[in-house]
C-alpha cells in the first residue's frame, strides 16, 4: 500500500471512531443506553486499547447504573495509564454509588493526590466533602465498617462461599444498625450449609425485630418446604405474592423462592417488577430468559438474551442460552435448570479445548486464536468460572507469544474485577516468567496496585529453577502488600552473594519459592512451615533441607504442629 493510500485509510479509520462517538454520545442523551453501548464498541473496534473507548464505556454503565462495571472500565484505563486522575475520582464516585464508602473515599484521596487539573480536583474536594459529611475529613464510622462488613460477606454469598460469608457476618455486634440484615444473611448462609435449626433460629430472631421484613419471610417459607410443612410453607407463599410495594433487593428474593417453589409464573413476574425498577440487571434478566423458556415464551426468552448480549457481548454464558433457544425455535429442547452458568456438558466441552492449547505449538497456537474469533472471551469466562489448574496453563501458553492483544489481553485480566485473585496470581506468575513490561496495574479487592515487574539482571544468567522461584514469590507478594519490589531484588541480591557456590542445590522451584519468601520477610508469610510449603504447593521434608542449607535453625524457627 503506498504513502497516500494508506493515509487515507488512517484518516477514515478516524473519523469513523468520531462518527461512532458522537453517535454514542447521542443515544445516552437520549437514554437509549443499549445502542450507546454497541456505539462505544464500535469506537473501540476502530481503535483498539482506547482510553477514549473505554472512558465512554464506563460513563454509559454508570449512567445505567451499573457502577460495578463503570469500575471495573476504569480500572482498566489505569491499567493502561495509571496517572488518569479523572479515572480515580470516577471509581470513587461509582463506589459511592454502589454504598461502599471506604474505598470511595480511598480512591477520591488518590485522584486528589495526583490531580493536576483544577476542575478534577475542585470536583474530587466536593466529593470528599458529601461522602465525609462536611468540609472536614472524618474517620469511616464504625456503621460503614459494618455496612463493609456486610457487602463483602454478601460477596462471598454470590461465589457460594456461605462458610465464610457466615463467619464474617459474626463480627457485627448487636448494638449495629445493620445487626438484623446481618442475622439475616447469617441464617441465608446457615441454610445454604445445611444448617436447617440454626436457620430458623436466626430467621425467627430476624422476623421478632422486623415482623415484616420480606426477606426473612421469604427464607421463612424455604424452610418450612425444606421440612416437609407444605401446608405453611403454601401458605406463606401465598402471603408473600400479595406483597406490594417492595423494594428491587425484596422482589428478587420473592422471585428466587418462587422459583425455588416451582411457581415459574409468578417467578416471571417479580422478575418483571424487578426489571421495570432496575431494568440492566444481567443476573436477573438471564434467570428470566431461562423461565419464559420453560413457559414456552421463545421469543420473551430470546429477547432476555440479546439484552444481557448488548450489555456484556463478551458473555459466554448468554451466547451460550441464546444459541440454545435459536435451536430449540427448529426441535424443542428439554426444559432448563436454572444457572446463572453454562449446563455442565456444554462447559466441560468449552474447557477441553482449551485444554488442548497445552499441546498446540506457539505458532499453532497463533493460528488457532487467529481462527477462534471468541478465544478470548472463552478463556475470560474460565477465569471467571476459577479453574485453576486450567488458568494456569493457558496463561503460560499465553504469555510466551509475542503478539502485542495476547499481552494486552492478560495484562487487562490483572485489572478485571470479576475475576479472583488465586487465578490472577497465575496469571501474574506466567507473565513474569516470560518477558515482562515495566510496569503492570493489579486489581486487588477494592484496590488497585502499580507493579515495577521488571526482573533484576542478576536474573539474567540464572537457571529456570531459580527464575521460577522468584516470579512465584514476587505474584504471592503483590497480594499481600505494595512496595515490595525493591525489598525483594535485594533480598536475591543478598542470596546470590551469599550462596553462589550452592546455587546448583536449589533444583526445586516451590521449595526455594519459600526460602525467597521466608528471608524477604516473615511479616508478609506465616512462620508455619505447614502453611508456607502450603502457598507454594512445596514438599515440607525438601524444604527444610533447603533451609538447612541457608544456615537456618529448622527446629527452633518451626513450632510443632
Known amino acids: 500500500m503506498n504513502k497516500n493510500r494508506l493515509m487515507g485509510k ?44 473505554y472512558m465512554l464505556t464506563a460513563e454509559i454503565y454508570a449512567e445505567m447504573g451499573l457502577f460495578h462495571r463503570a469500575v471495573s472500565q476504569y480500572f482498566k484505563i489505569l491499567a ?86 457466615g463467619r464474617l457476618l459474626n463480627f457485627v455486634p448487636e448494638d449495629s444498625g445493620n445487626y438484623c440484615e446481618a442475622v439475616l444473611q447469617s441464617a441465608i448462609c446457615s441454610r445454604y450449609n445445611k444448617d436447617y435449626e440454626r436457620s430458623k433460629e436466626l430467621t425467627l430472631k430476624a422476623l421478632e425485630t422486623e415482623p415484616g421484613n420480606v426477606i426473612a419471610r421469604c427464607n421463612y417459607a424455604g424452610l418450612l418446604l425444606d421440612a416437609g410443612d407444605a401446608a405453611n410453607g403454601e401458605a406463606e407463599l401465598d402471603a408473600l405474592e ?23 409464573n409468578t417467578a416471571a413476574r417479580f422478575f418483571e417488577k424487578f426489571l421495570a425498577l432496575e431494568p440492566y440487571s444481567e443476573n436477573v434478566l438471564m434467570l428470566l430468559g431461562q423461565v419464559y423458556y420453560n413457559l414456552g415464551d421463545l421469543d420473551a426468552a430470546q429477547n ?66 487467529d481462527e477462534k474469533r471468541d478465544f478470548f472471551d472463552t478463556v475470560l469466562w474460565m477465569y471467571k468460572i476459577n479453574r485453576l489448574a486450567l488458568a494456569e496453563l493457558v496463561s503460560l501458553r499465553l504469555a ?30 506466567a ?35 531459580i527464575k521460577s522461584a522468584y516470579c512465584s514469590v514476587f505474584a504471592a507478594t503483590a497480594f499481600i502488600a505494595g512496595g515490595f519490589e525493591r525489598k525483594l531484588n535485594a533480598m536475591l541480591k543478598r542470596f546470590f552473594k551469599e550462596f553462589s557456590g550452592l546455587l546448583y ?41 533447603y533451609l538447612e542449607l541457608t544456615g537456618v535453625d529448622v527446629n527452633a524457627l518451626f513450632k510443632t504442629e
Open 505 to 545: 542445590r536449589f533444583d526445586s522451584a516451590p521449595e526455594l519459592a519459600c526460602v525467597f519468601a521466608y528471608r524477604l520477610g516473615g511479616s508478609y508469610f506465616s512462620d508455619k512451615i505447614t502453611e508456607l510449603a502450603g502457598i507454594f504447593n512445596a514438599d515440607e521434608k525438601l524444604l527444610k533441607y
Open 80 to 165: 493502561l495509564d495509571e496517572g488518569a486522575a479523572d479515572c480515580y475520582i470516577a471509581i470513587g464516585q461509582n463506589y459511592y454509588m454502589m454504598g461502599a464508602n471506604i474505598p470511595a473515599l480511598n480512591f477520591i484521596k488518590r485522584g486528589i493526590d495526583c490531580a493536576c487539573d483544577s476542575e478534577y480536583l475542585i470536583q474530587a474536594r466536593a466529593m470528599l466533602d458529601e461522602i465525609s459529611e462536611g468540609p472536614r475529613f472524618r474517620l469511616v464510622s464504625a456503621e460503614q465498617n459494618h455496612e463493609f462488613l456486610l457487602s463483602m460477606a454478601k460477596s462471598l454469598m454470590a461465589d457460594n462461599d456461605f462458610e465464610s460469608a
Open 10 to 53: 488512517l484518516i477514515m479509520f478516524e473519523q469513523d471512531a468520531d462518527s461512532y462517538y458522537e453517535k454514542a454520545i447521542a443515544a445516552a442523551e437520549d437514554e437509549n443506553y443499549l445502542s450507546a453501548l454497541h456505539y462505544a464498541r464500535r469506537v473501540a473496534d476502530v481503535d483498539q486499547y482506547s482510553d477514549d473507548a
Open 242 to 264: 400479595s406483597d406490594t410495594g417492595c423494594g428491587a433487593s425484596e422482589l428478587y428474593c420473592i422471585a428466587i423462592t418462587m422459583l425455588d417453589a416451582e411457581r415459574e
Open 400 to 429: 510466551v507469544l509475542p503478539d502485542r492483544q495476547v499481552s494486552a489481553f492478560l495484562r487487562l485480566c490483572l485489572a478485571d474485577t470479576g475475576i479472583s485473585n488465586m487465578v490472577k496470581k497465575s496469571i501474574l506468575t
Open 304 to 369: 432476555c438474551m440479546l439484552t444481557v448480549l448488548s450489555i456484556d457481548p463478551e458473555s459466554i454464558v448468554a451466547r451460550y442460552y441464546n444459541k440454545y433457544f435459536q435451536s430449540a425455535r427448529k426441535r424443542r429442547k428439554p426444559k432448563l435448570r436454572y444457572s446463572r452458568q453454562i449446563p455442565s456438558a456444554a462447559a466441560n466441552k468449552l474447557l477441553a479445548e482449551l485444554w488442548k492449547t497445552g499441546r498446540m505449538s506457539d505458532d499453532a497456537l497463533t493460528a488457532y486464536i
Open 431 to 465: 507473565i513474569l516468567k516470560s518477558a515482562p513490561p515495566n510496569r503492570l496495574a493489579l486489581v486487588v479487592d477494592d484496590d488497585i496496585r502499580f507493579l515495577s515487574s521488571g526482573t533484576p539482571k542478576i536474573l539474567a544468567d540464572a537457571d529456570y529453577v
